[in-house]
């Protein structure tokens, strides 16, 4: 079975520091896609991210970066210089590409950046 | 491109009555779209799947009789909630399949009163 796992439900930061969003995955699948996804107050679904699990390469995105370790089925989002406007729940997800096409969320990890 | 709209963004209905809410995709045919229910503070739950100009799969716990999805076309889908009750008020999220990815709408909060 395929699950996602978001241990921390939520955390607080003061803005300028750096700030880590952990997500363990477990799938049988060895093909498969993994998000990272922003849900502002308003609701709707921010794409941030998309790694296939055949690329392990980090990525980064001006203050975004990514860690994906297959040998520890995870796959880390980290904040630098957190500002008040990455206030949001964050989700992980891990789909099937090539079967069902569904998405499985964690619970979300709800980020505060205080001035 | 690979937008998705959903209508309306907020809705608010009396007990017992019915609210149809509406998927389209927008500058895509979505041969499969999906419907998530998200109660406050908590995750984006699937509900169901659904093929256009088939019957909808859902997932297990899902009343498929008071939770109506009709997948007529390849750029709409839509959820009627039948005979709604106040349990029922949630923020309803679909999103279209377009290649291996799925693109969300902006969701559908549904107050029942």
């Known amino acids: 079975a395929q699950k996602v796992t978001q241990a921390q439900t939520e955390i607080s930061v003061v803005e300028k520091e750096d700030v880590t969003l952990d997500c363990v995955y477990e799938t049988r699948d060895t093909t498969y896609y993994l998000f990272w996804y922003k849900q502002p107050p308003s609701g709707e679904l921010v794409f941030l991210i998309r790694?296939?699990?055949?690329?392990?390469q980090n990525e980064i995105s001006g203050r975004y970066s990514w860690n994906f370790q297959k040998s520890t089925s995870s796959f880390n989002f980290t904040i630098t210089a957190s500002q008040v406007v990455d206030s949001a729940v964050y989700f992980c997800a891990l789909s099937d590409p090539l079967g069902t096409y569904k998405y499985i969320f964690g619970t979300g990890t709800r980020l505060k950046v205080l001035a | 491109g690979a937008v998705v709209s959903q209508h309306p963004s907020r809705v608010i209905c009396k007990s017992g009555t019915s609210v149809k809410i509406e998927c389209r995709s927008l500058d895509f045919q979505a041969t499969t779209m999906f419907w998530y229910r998200q109660f406050p503070k908590q995750s984006l739950m699937l509900m169901a799947t659904?093929?256009?100009?088939?019957?909808?799969?859902?997932e297990q716990g899902v009343e498929k009789d008071k939770f109506l999805i009709n997948h007529a076309s390849l750029t709409l889908s839509t959820l009627t909630v039948t005979s709604a009750h106040p349990e029922d008020s949630s923020f309803y999220i679909c999103s279209a399949s377009h290649g291996m990815e799925q693109y969300f709408g902006p969701g559908t909060r549904l107050t029942v009163t």
């Open positions: 790694r296939n699990s055949f690329d392990e």
């Open positions: 659904s093929n256009e100009g088939s019957k909808a799969t859902y």
